[in-house]
């Protein structure tokens, strides 16, 4: 028989939104976790029960994921399951902020932080690259007039 409800918590974990369930429940109680629209949702305390149609948002800083609820269960899934029980509706516009602060975090180094790792030259150079070939026809050898 299954379930009409199932305790917030326990679902987000079993889900594999989060590691552990302590974490989902910290994340719970800490506001992170709202039920509803992004807007207007309601903080969902981690006994809270959620059913199937429930959309929920989960703030993992820098960006907010949306979940529409599709079945229920208490325990965990493989990560193949897992679509079968969750919609993930996050907006693109949450995973092009996620891309900004992944290239701001090489750009904005703070003098003194050591180089650059391998993984962040490469990204570094990319972006160079790709803003070098936006099309921009400058003429580097051109003295100035004095």
Excluded: H
Excluded at 15 to 24: E, G, L, N, S
Excluded at 66 to 78: H, M, P, Y
Excluded at 126 to 138: I, L
Aim: charged share 35%; aromatic share 8%.
């Amino acid at each position: 028989m299954a379930k009409s409800e199932e305790r917030i918590d326990k679902w987000l974990w079993a889900m594999r939104v989060f590691k552990t369930r302590t974490i989902a429940t910290d994340a719970c109680k800490k506001g992170r976790v709202t039920i509803g629209d992004t807007a207007s949702g309601i903080v969902a305390k981690p006994s809270r029960l959620i059913k199937i149609g429930d959309i929920i948002n989960v703030r993992k800083p820098p960006i907010t994921y949306s979940f529409r609820v599709k079945a229920l269960t208490e325990n965990r899934l493989g990560a193949k399951l897992v679509p079968d029980y969750l919609e993930n509706i996050t907006p693109q516009s949450e995973y092009d902020l996620l891309e900004v602060v992944k290239i701001s975090g090489f750009i904005d180094r703070r003098k003194g932080l050591g180089r650059p790792t391998k993984r962040e030259g490469r990204e570094l150079a990319k972006f160079t690259q790709e803003a070098m070939d936006c099309g921009w026809d400058f003429d580097w050898d051109e003295d100035d007039d004095e």
